[in-house]
C-alpha cells in the first residue's frame, strides 16, 4: 500500500511539475466536455498498469518462494 501511495504521490507532483499557463488544446477540450472523457481514459490505463504491475509482483514473488 506505501508503494501505491507513493507512486501516486509522484504522479501528482511530475503533472503539476509540467503543468502551463495556457494551452489552447485543454480549453477547447474543456469547453466542449471532452476533457473527461480524456482524463477517465488516462486514469483507467494508469490503473490498469498499476494493477498489471501488482499482479506480475506476485507471481514474481510466489516464484521465488517455490524454489
Avoid: N
Wanted: proline share 0%; hydrophobic share 55%; charged share 25%.
Amino acid at each position: 500500500m506505501k508503494k501505491l501511495v507513493s507512486l501516486f504521490c509522484l504522479f501528482i507532483i511530475s503533472v503539476t511539475a509540467f503543468a502551463q499557463d495556457k494551452v489552447e488544446m485543454a480549453d477547447e477540450l474543456r469547453s466542449s466536455g471532452k476533457i473527461y472523457v480524456v482524463v477517465a481514459v488516462m486514469l483507467l490505463l494508469f490503473t490498469a498498469f498499476i494493477v498489471y504491475l501488482f499482479t506480475i509482483d506476485k507471481r514474481i514473488k510466489k516464484i521465488e518462494k517455490e524454489k
